[in-house]
C-alpha cells in the first residue's frame, strides 16, 4: 500500500502529515511543496509522522539532503512521532540540525515548542 502526504501552510507554520508506506518518489514530491512554501516565508516546519509507516533509511538521507538544501531558511522544525524507528530515522535525517526536535506522540507539545522558536533569528 502506498502512503500520502498532505502539506500546508498555516501562516508561518508549514504542515506536512505523512501516512501509511513512503516512497523516494513521494517524499520528494513532498519536498517540493515544503521548498515552494519556504520559497514564500514560512520558516517553521512541523513534520506529522504519526500515521506514517516506518521508513527505510534511504529516506532518511533524502530527508537530510533536504534539509541541508533548506534548513538555514528555517527558524524550527519538529517531528512528531509514534515509532521508535521512525524516531532514529528523524534524529539521523536531522543529525547537527540545531533546531530540530523530535516528539513522541506530542503533537500539542511539538506545536507549542514550534511556536516558542517562531522568533528565534536565522543562522545563514
Not at 3 to 19: H, L, M, P
Not at 50 to 56: N, Q, R, S, V
Not at 83 to 97: E, G, H, L, Q, S
Request: glycine share 4%.
Amino acid at each position: 500500500m502506498t502512503g500520502s502526504t498532505r502539506v500546508t501552510c498555516n501562516g508561518y507554520r508549514i504542515e506536512a502529515k505523512y501516512s501509511g508506506k513512503m516512497t523516494s518518489e513521494l517524499l520528494e514530491d513532498t519536498n517540493r511543496q515544503i521548498r515552494s512554501y519556504v520559497e514564500k516565508g514560512c520558516r517553521i516546519i512541523l513534520y506529522n509522522t504519526l500515521d506514517m509507516a516506518k521508513p527505510e533509511m534511504k529516506l532518511s538521507i533524502l530527508m537530510k539532503k533536504f534539509d541541508m538544501e533548506i534548513g538555514s531558511r528555517l527558524s524550527a522544525c519538529a517531528t512528531v512521532t509514534s515509532d521508535p524507528t521512525t524516531a532514529f530515522m528523524a534524529k539521523m535525517a536531522f543529525i547537527f540540525t540545531p533546531n530540530h526536535k523530535v516528539f513522541y506522540n506530542q503533537l500539542d507539545e511539538a506545536l507549542a515548542w514550534l511556536q516558542s522558536n517562531s522568533s528565534r533569528r536565522i543562522v545563514a
